[in-house]
């Protein structure tokens, strides 16, 4: 072991009343950082993952209209015609198998789905509904939004055939299982579908609206034969969704819609409780550090002896400045294992006291490595800088004053 | 007699304390030279400025105005860090009141000057610092922290940490200065032998006439002057 350390757990270990309340100090600030930021990330986790549990990361559209007059400028009588039926008529990707499996190529994104969305009336005898289409390819889909997990009764099967709606629809319908239902546009195109399964996402909207069919059934009923209304894409880190959406449409020439976009609102919500957070935590750590300094700087003038003693043995300014910054560091790491253990024990605590009245907790914790490995590492550099004024201090120290004022 | 035996050599040299205004000068021009293996006895009424002539020996403090070459080597240029690893290597300190440091035993005090020399512990420096508390009495007492050894025995330790880097110079202020007669004695008659053995140079402040009549070499301090 070198000497600085031996010296700076040696002079620790001797103090013992004041290394108790620097690593009390740290303990409890640790603990308070640990504790807070694994409630808030645990329910900012739980919130986006239900928002997110219908949603893709990023969604592709077609571009704007100037852009799409560019792409189709070879027929003036396509373009006419193209203005005139603007209003009504879908927009649709060009050659999104090609885009697709460009897409499907970025090591970001982790799965790519087409869809071909729009509106439609949705038929029962006398009942009539006006539902959203959704032409998608079942396998791709559920990638995206995991389906079947939503689903109350039957299954999940898209076929030319079988449908599946959601319980609200399903009900003001009164159909169930293996009925049929007329799907009708405004211009008159119409299929039949027989309902194969009925979910519930927890967002009633949806399940009064969403019909799930193929993306051949929507694309005759929604004449946009051959081509889709929208690529849904999701990425591996969800929070870079927006950056990479970018990056996808330069790349492809569509518009990207990042979920962060489409709940802008939400996001603002989480970015001020992290923000209130962070601003929590920075003044642990600064009173921590304040509690640091003022005790090292007792323990300095305390020891002013033994480092007058150590520098007329030899021992250099750098030296004896490196002894009381370890000295910081090792409360610093210390004090964050403990504070970790503290942090970690109150959180599991306050989680299993507070529950749902199904016995799931209300706050969802989330303990993660990587936030103990934060923690340790802001607290030992800290408590490092901490140390800074005083070990400055101790190494200014005249070995004679020391040595003559007993 | 060549300058090789010089351990010691100081010249003209003065201290002045306070700044602004009122300064005195606790040392007025200071030539001593103490050769190799010397055991010397400083002496002087209080106030004489003996403490501050050993300090700036001991590189400890900086003279005013003056030389000062450990071995030939003058030391008024170099910078805190030479002046520190000379420190470490050329001159061993006892104090008055011990000065050995809480935390640490007996033997750890007495590795000290070389665990700082080497950067840290070594069984060599153990063997070492065994043999010295031996050679002082203290071979039972190695595990000893200082707070459990009497003033005889932690003065013994200090001894024993100053030769342990093998210093060619010792300082010691007062080194019997806290100690009843006999315990006085037994020191006394330490640091002799060792000097004896080892031929290490001695320098030794001392009140106790008796003391220094028995040193080879005395010098008196009177008013910041050298007077014999
Ligand atoms: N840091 C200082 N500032 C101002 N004056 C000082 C300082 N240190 C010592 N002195 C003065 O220098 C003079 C010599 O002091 P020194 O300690 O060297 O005397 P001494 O011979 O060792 O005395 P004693 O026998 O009492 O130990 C004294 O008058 C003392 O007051
Ligand atoms: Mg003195």
Known sequence: MRIEWLLALRFLKEGRAQTFFMLGGVTMGVGVIVFLTSLITGLQRSIIEKTLGTQAHVVMRPPDDEARRIITPDSTLAVSANVERRAQRLSSILQWQQVMRELEKRPEVTAVSPLVAGPSFAIRGSATKSVALMGIDPEKYTRIVPMPSFLKEGEFRITANDAAIGTDLARELGVTLGDKIRLQTADGRSETITVAGIFDVGIRDLNRRWVFITLRSAQNLLDLVGGVSSIDVTVRDLFKAEVIGEQLARQTGLTAESWMKTNAQLMVGLKSQSASSYMIQFFVIISVAFGITSVLVVSVIQKSREVGILRAMGCSRRRVRHIFLLQGGVVGLVGSLLGSGLGALLVTFFASTAKNPDGTPIFPVVLEPGMFLIAAGVATVTGILAAAAPAVRAAKLDPVVAIRNV | ?228
Not at chain 2, 3 to 13: C, F, R, W
Not at chain 2, 53 to 69: F, W
Not at chain 2, 129 to 142: E, F, I, K, M
Request: glycine letters at 10%.
């Open chain 2, 1 to 228: 007699m060549s300058e090789m035996n010089n351990i010691i050599q100081l010249t003209d040299v003065r201290k002045q304390y306070g700044n602004d205004g009122i300064t005195t000068e606790v040392l007025h021009g200071i030539d001593l030279t103490l050769l190799q293996g010397e055991f010397t006895a400083l002496i002087g009424p209080s106030g004489s400025g003996k403490s501050t002539l050993l300090n700036i020996i001991g590189l400890l403090e900086h003279p005013t105005s003056g030389v000062i070459r450990v071995q030939g080597r003058d030391t008024g240029t170099l910078p805190d860090v030479e002046l520190t690893k000379l420190r470490g290597r050329s001159i061993g300190f006892v104090f008055q009141f011990h000065h050995l440091i809480p935390a640490f035993s007996a033997l750890e005090n007495v590795m000290m000057p070389l665990m700082l020399e080497d950067g840290r512990p070594t069984p060599a420096q153990r063997e070492r610092a065994t043999a010295l508390l031996t050679r002082v009495g203290l071979a039972d007492r190695l595990d000893f922290k200082p707070a459990k050894l009497s003033g005889g025995q932690q003065q013994r330790v200090a001894i024993a940490r100053a030769l342990a880097a093998n210093p060619p110079l010792i300082l010691a202020d007062e080194p019997t200065g806290n100690l009843d007669t006999a315990a006085a004695d037994e020191i006394f008659k330490l640091l002799y032998e060792v000097n004896l053995e080892s031929g290490t140079t001695f320098l030794i402040v001392t009140h106790d006439p008796r003391l220094a009549h028995r040193c080879r070499r005395v010098v008196e301090l009177v008013d910041g002057r050298i007077v014999g």
